[in-house]
């Protein structure tokens, strides 16, 4: 069922969109079918690090790609936006909700869904906004994926059951397989936002160095 979402959803996209937008919407498919069709679906039940990967994918890098292939427009309140981006993803990772959604499909896929459309939305709300005002947000969004990295990293005792058991097969213990998600959160998705900020503020300031060194 997820494969024939994926292949209906990159036909609609690859014969209704053009240019630009096309291509940011197949690339979205693209790493949408690595995190959901490919190998790194099924370690993600064993490896809480490899579930931090497949959520990063989803919020840093499918979801502005989605936000890419969406018309330039006003999508409601970018500090909304942010805070719901950033609620959303905290709250998931509680280790109560992260343990339902693997022990129900229906939790399993509310969370993946809430996950990307929030994301989707902070982006495009983000890419509609002023440069200053989406430097700032881009900001408070790797603020906050930084910290939650680093409450993890630094936890002195694991807190996801699901993966209690899962994590020895593959050399690791329950502990140090939280602590790799920390850092995943804390250093390369967290720069994901930063990189995003950078450019935006290199937009504006962009042209003002060239005509000054000119």
Known sequence: MLLLVLVVATGLIALRLEG????????????LAVGFVSPLCALSSALFSARTVHHVLLVGVAAPLLAGALPVRR??????????????????HAPG?????????????????????????????????TAPAAVVALLAAMLAMGLLGAVLTFAGQAVYAPHAYTTL???MTPLEDQQ????????????LYLFAAL????????????????
Do not use: C, H, K
Request: no cysteine; hydrophobic share 70%.
């Open 199 to 214: 450019w935006r503020l290199g937009q504006v300031i962009g042209p003002d160095v060239e005509a000054r060194a000119a």
């Open 75 to 92: 999508y409601g309140s970018l500090v909304l936006a942010t805070a719901v981006q950033a609620v959303i993803f905290w709250a998931w």
């Open 20 to 31: 630009w937008r096309r291509a940011f919407g197949l690339a979205a498919m693209a790493v």
């Open 169 to 171: 097969a593959w050399g």
């Open 180 to 191: 790799a998600a920390g850092l995943i959160m804390w250093a390369p998705a967290a720069a």
């Open 97 to 129: 909700a992260y343990a339902a959604a693997l022990s129900n499909d229906g939790v399993y896929w509310v969370m993946q869904i809430s996950l990307l459309a929030s994301a989707t939305w902070f982006w495009a709300a983000a890419r509609a906004a």
